[in-house]
């Protein structure tokens, strides 16, 4: 290693050609320059401790780009730096130093050398020509005039600065110090310090303190216009003074105003309905005069972006070839004949006349029974965009219409961001659980969707916030509700109800392998050929393990099972399993349900009846018995008042016809009756259960049985006569589950069978009657028709 002569204060010393390498990030030192540094990596302290050690030179290069990556890159550091000396060091925390460093010489790069821990470089120094002629004398004059300038509006610096830069006599040493003191990024300083010709860098930093000058002057003059007119309170406002004049003298145009036409342009584009272009002009003049930083600019910008994002003319183009969407609505669901018709049905109107106004479909059943999936799948079939609303516990009418625009934060109702959403002006609409709508001191939502769902006014839709109306006559709207009794009846009016009922065991099973396992398999991570279930077991689970309408408690049950699986598959305990009845148990534990079929009994005083619920059809046990006591009749069970009625009914009617039906009259003075349904934790209600009651009691005032496997339903009156019942297809797809053979039903629900499955239809024999003797007959053994 040799050593080079450099220029040290007013003498010259000699420094090494290799010298450690510290990057300098954020800021340039030149020569002659003192600079504080904060050194935090643990590489560069070890590097200053041994510089301290010896003779305190440095080596400072500008890092152009920063890095996490130790070593440091010597591709990111530039080739031109300054050498400096540590004047002081002072280590304030144990991974922290902070140093006093005085540059001495600029240094160009020859070669990045690295041993075992610090970066070194062999450098050479460069020397400058220190020759001045008239036009270096007449730009250093020069520098020093702007120089001035600059200290004069900037009361910041301190004047020490300017007096030393007049004394300055060389002309390199003043175009360092100016450029160290001048507000210039970090390129240009750096630029400076890449510049060796003593002209070309007084005439740099001469250009950089000429740009300095201007930004100062103009800031002056912004301060002089908005003086006199800034206090405490109007701080923000002249602070948003200066941007503007600023942007006025650099030419830019302020935002508000680029804005403005910017909405301008969105509402030409969009080619709105006249009304609603109307509103959109009438609130951009408005926003024109407000001040950006207002509350109600906010409100009104937030309005326009909702007109102009808008689907007002956008549609997505019908699929209205009938077999494709056919074979799209068999694909996702089995059976459901009735909803599927009356979508074929729709389309192929659409396709006669394809202006047509979308129909209101509600689709009424117990949980589970493919309401909500099947909304879905008409979208598919339709071609059409898909958006669901989900109105349970819904109670704020502006859900449906809408907020007024009278604070910030307000919003379109539902329906409007729904459309917005899947950007076209024809979706379908699901409004799910629209039986569970409630109503409080916030308005009532069904009376919202009564304009909704009415074709003949939903053309014409108006949403409080925009306030313009919106055309819905081409959204098909489908709903969905588990009752219809909890469903205004002005409301109920506007809907074409298709009911879908309970599936068969059958059904169930088909459903179970076309779609439920296939599902579980693939969630699970399971492989086809790693499970597989048995009708048999699928049966079992159906009648053991659930006791539903619908399918969600059969997918929960099979995912368990799939889930018992892929647990065995993953610990390598099992490589495939199959279900079979002997082994539903070991995956899903004892059997839930206790098969009705069980509780039914031959015995006097005990009938079967058919009884309606949210969740499908049911069979209903009615117990009656006798005792000693003072003609008091009892009822128990969680009963309604309805179903009270019915009991009374009964036995007035066996005592008014106690001798036709072969009882003892004296029987009803010595003796107390009781009548009991189970499931006493459940309510229970309605009058078709009336014809069962009769049944259970006659039983036991006679002594004769009624058959086990028949069950019946009916409401029953004092004149005899047996009135029909709604909920015919739920009960006897109960009563087929339960595996009953005979099902005694009023006469008028004779056009009811229509809606019966032909399997259940073949396994079920069906018996009419309109008169309450001609039912006892029939359900106490005696057949008289």
Not at 352 to 379: E, H, N, Q, V, Y
């Amino acid at each position: 290693m040799t050593d080079q002569e450099i220029a040290v204060g007013n003498s010259t010393g000699k420094v090494p050609d290799i010298i450690p390498i510290i990057p300098l990030f954020e800021a340039v030192l030149f020569p002659r320059m003192v600079l504080p540094l904060v050194v935090d990596q643990e590489e560069s302290i070890d590097l200053i401790d041994e510089a301290m050690s010896k003779d305190r030179i440095l080596g400072l290069l500008v890092a152009k780009k920063n890095s996490d990556r130790i070593p440091f890159p010597t591709d990111y550091l530039t080739k031109i730096g300054t050498c400096t000396t540590i004047l002081k060091m002072a280590k304030t925390e144990e991974s922290k130093s902070q140093i006093l460093v005085q540059g001495l010489n600029r240094f160009r790069v020859i070669a990045f050398k690295r041993d075992e821990t610090f970066l070194k470089a062999h450098v050479k120094y460069l020397h400058e020509d220190d020759t001045k002629d008239n036009e270096v004398e007449a730009l250093m004059s020069n520098l020093v005039a702007l120089f001035s300038k600059i200290m004069g509006l900037s009361p910041g610096l301190p004047k020490e600065i300017l007096e030393m830069s007049r004394s300055v006599r060389e002309p390199g040493i003043l175009a360092d110090l100016i450029a160290s003191t001048i507000n210039a990024n970090l390129e240009e300083k750096w630029k400076i310090l890449e510049i060796l010709n003593i002209k070309e860098r007084l005439e740099e930093v001469t250009r950089l303190a000429n740009h300095q000058v201007e930004i100062l002057e103009l800031g002056n003059k912004i301060q002089n216009q908005v003086k006199g007119n800034i206090n405490r309170t109007q701080r923000e406002y002249y602070l948003r003074h200066k941007l503007k004049a600023i942007r006025e003298e650099l030419g830019e145009e302020d935002d508000s105003v680029v804005e403005i036409k910017e909405y301008k342009a969105k509402i030409k584009k969009k080619n709105l309905p006249e009304e609603a272009k109307k509103e959109a002009n009438r609130e951009l003049n408005r926003l024109s005069r407000m001040h950006p930083s207002s509350a109600e600019y906010t409100v009104a910008s937030t309005y326009l972006d909702w007109v102009t994002s808008l689907p007002w003319h956008d549609s997505t183009e019908d699929n209205l070839d009938i077999k494709k969407a056919r074979k799209i609505l068999d694909e996702d669901h089995y059976g459901l004949e009735k909803p599927k018709k009356r979508i074929i049905e729709y389309l192929a109107v659409r396709k006669l006349k394809p202006d047509s106004k979308g129909p209101i479909l509600c689709f009424a059943g117990p949980p589970g029974t493919g309401k909500t999936s099947l909304g879905r799948s008409i979208a598919r079939a339709l071609g059409r965009k898909f958006f669901k609303i989900s109105l349970g516990g819904v109670r704020d009418e502006a859900e449906i219409r809408g907020h007024r625009r009278t604070y910030v934060g307000a919003l379109p109702g539902r329906m409007i961001q729904g459309l917005r959403r899947v950007g076209s002006n024809n979706p379908v609409f699901m409004l799910d659980e629209i039986d569970k709508v409630g109503s409080d001191f916030r308005g009532d939502p069904s009376s919202a969707l009564l304009e909704v769902l009415d074709p003949e006014q939903n053309s014409y839709f108006s949403d409080h916030y925009l306030d313009v109306p919106f055309d819905l006559s081409k959204v098909m709207f489908i709903t969905t509700a588990n009752i219809l009794d909890t469903i205004p009846p002005a409301l109920r009016d506007r809907m074409e109800v298709l009911r879908l009922l309970g599936y068969t065991e059958d059904e169930k099973v088909k459903i179970a392998n076309r779609y439920l396992i296939p599902r579980q398999i693939e969630e699970n991570g399971l492989k086809p050929d790693q499970i597989s279930f048995t009708k048999g077991a699928l049966r079992k689970i159906i009648t053991c393990y659930t006791r539903e309408a619908g399918l969600r408690n059969l997918e929960r049950e099979i995912a368990a099972i799939c889930r018992g699986v892929a647990s065995g598959v993953a610990s390598e305990e099992v490589e495939s399993a199959q279900i079979m009845v002997k082994n539903v148990h070991k995956y899903l534990g004892p059997e839930k349900v206790f098969p009705e079929a069980k509780a039914r009994t031959s015995m006097a005083g005990v009938a079967t009846g058919l009884a309606w619920t949210e969740a499908g059809g049911e069979l209903m046990f009615i117990e009656a018995t006798s005792m000693r006591g003072s003609k008091n009749l009892t009822l128990t069970g969680y009963l309604g008042d309805v179903m009270k009625e019915s009991a009374a009914t009964a036995l007035s009617y066996i005592r008014s016809h106690a001798s036709n039906l072969g009882v003892d009259e004296g029987f009803f003075e010595n003796n107390d009756i009781h009548i009991h349904v189970p499931a006493g934790a459940i309510p229970k209600d309605g009058p078709s259960a009336g014809i069962t009651m009769l049944a259970a009691l006659v039983s036991l005032f006679t002594g004769r049985t009624v058959k086990k496997d028949l069950a019946m339903t009916g409401e029953i009156t004092l004149r005899g006569q047996v009135l029909p019942v709604g909920g015919v297809k739920e009960k006897v797809l109960a009563a087929h589950r339960a595996g009953i053979k005979t099902v005694v039903l009023p006469e008028w629900n004779r056009r009811d069978l229509e809606e019966i499955p032909k399997n259940v239809k073949k396994e079920i024999e069906f018996i009419f009657a309109d008169k309450m003797k001609d039912f006892l007959d029939v359900t106490l053994g005696k057949y008289k028709l």
